[in-house]
DNA sequence: CTGAAAGCGCTAACAT
DNA sequence: ATGTTAGCGCTTTCAG
């Protein structure tokens, strides 16, 4: 492991010229420059990340903080926010929740290590005191999900993704229109469920369907939470909707299967719109509000970029709403 | 963000006590230890990570490197990875390989840039240039889930649990028993399949039940995959068997999806076994063997702990081969 | 058991 | 554009 003297001395200059020159930062002639690199090359020279962090204050690395890894949409975001942070030459370093005790070393020892140079924290629901110890790092912070209070969040929005769902649904002639989201419990972590019913009764006021809460039910955002719930809405066949808009398409692939063990069938007995965009709803041939969880991540980390490098700026992602888009597929069709 | 020195002089010390007194190395008076701590939480200090990487060499973060993100498998052993790293006081850097350039400069900038003190590979089939510069960082390296040649690899006994899942199905006076595992181009990410296929294999000829290839579809581990391997397996009901053997929970899932639409009730038409336990398996009533994927990121974790801290550790996770164990549910029930 | 002193390997003024 | 000089904040000999 060769230490950059001895790529200066290769390449015949100070230390201070091939650290300008690798970085980038302060003027180095290109010739130089030239040299430099090739001398870091042909020794397999890297710099090391400790001493160029403890001497700069940069560390080149973000932390992100995730509630859980095992569902979709978490890995979703973080697989953009990875790539995104590879190609401008970041570290990610991992934080997963699951569990008080670790939650309380992540916030309390772990965050404060001055190991990340920012934080993005995926859907999170924060206690105040959380949310001081983050503004508190004087660090760029960024949220994706689910809004905190302080916090610049990069959300879509759940109200129109659901009024869109819902409209969709009702421009099919369906009016007997259930809705799966989520719990009390559930709202603790996320508080999406609570928006995504707000935007499907608003569709339903607009059509001028009254509300039934019989056409709600609660459930956790799993396939086997949409299947309960499911049954539960399609068991009386006298009271049975229409249509089901589930507020997670893992969620609606319960109430598909549900609907297949009541002896109903999709589309025709009974439509199923979900969100997400899952990896299986192709498969199931769910129509869907796609979110792009991935791109989710990708702006997080453009996000962090502007404030970390000012100028390095591609696209302004900054201003552009968070896309989502409706994908038609075979589990929505015409009342009958 | 108070230092070193603040936390000495609050307690009356010198800095080198104060770090003796809070990293454990060395000999400190009780007495002196309880004042610093007390020092240190009343400032609320934290060491920070890079001066201390920089002076000892020890950086207290563990490198991660998976091929996918979007796979359960690989979010299991990660959410084991990372909460052993935590309860041990390591950070844990997420390198996810999805792409060729990023393959690249994880493997030639990224990992080299001394801010691991190890590496766990998992299930990743590694050139061997890759494999050596992974060597090269003389570091401590442990696989998870495949052999990597000259890594020593934590992996379950495939052969073993093919043959246990194939031989479940045999006393329950199966013989007409098809298998869908792996094709070639996955087998280059994996090389899991064959191992499968070839306990698979075992278990047939020692029950004296010859071998058809027309038995073996070959799929590539997704639910879709395995729906479409089904219904060819399924599809000529004078060829039907009686029962199958799916590599993984998620084809197991596609083949129990394509059996119904095919009008096939399982149990009572086919019996259905798969592997992993995936989150779904309770769902589906799949009888499947269970890997606990989870348990093979902690027990990563306890090697790399044991190279890393030789004294601290707590159960001899070494010497122990990885566990599987067969989950009777109900998708397999005595042929007919 | 504790303190003093010498770096760890780099970056950032400040000169030139 | 480049070199010189101080550190960044800790850990670790080495003394005592």
Partial sequence: MPGIDEVARLAGVSAATVSRALSGRGSVSPATRERVSEAA??????????ASSLASGRT?????????????????????AQSALLSHGYDLTLYNLRGDAE???????????????????????????EVARLLNLKKPIVGVGGPLPGIRTLSVDDVAISRLATEHLISLGHRAIAHIGGDAEFEMDFHVPTNRRVGYEQALTSAGIPL????????????????HAAKQLLGDPRTRPTAVFAASDEMAFGTILAARDLGMRVPDDLSVVGVDNHAYAEFFGLTTIAQFPELQGRSAVEVLMDELQPHTRTIDTLNTPLPFELMVRSTTARAV
Same sequence: chains 1, 2.
């Fill in 212 to 227: 039934d809460p019989a056409r709600y039910a609660p459930s956790n955002f799993s396939l086997e939470g949409g299947y």
């Fill in 41 to 50: 090359t042909e020794l397999g020279y890297v710099v090391s990340s400790n």
């Fill in 60 to 80: 080149r690395n973000v932390g992100i903080v995730v509630p859980f890894l095992n569902r979709w949409f978490y890995t979703a975001v973080l697989e953009g």
């Fill in 103 to 129: 939650r309380r070393s992540v916030f309390e020892d772990f965050l404060l290590r001055k190991r990340v140079d920012a934080v993005i924290a995926v859907s999170l629901e924060l206690t105040s005191e």
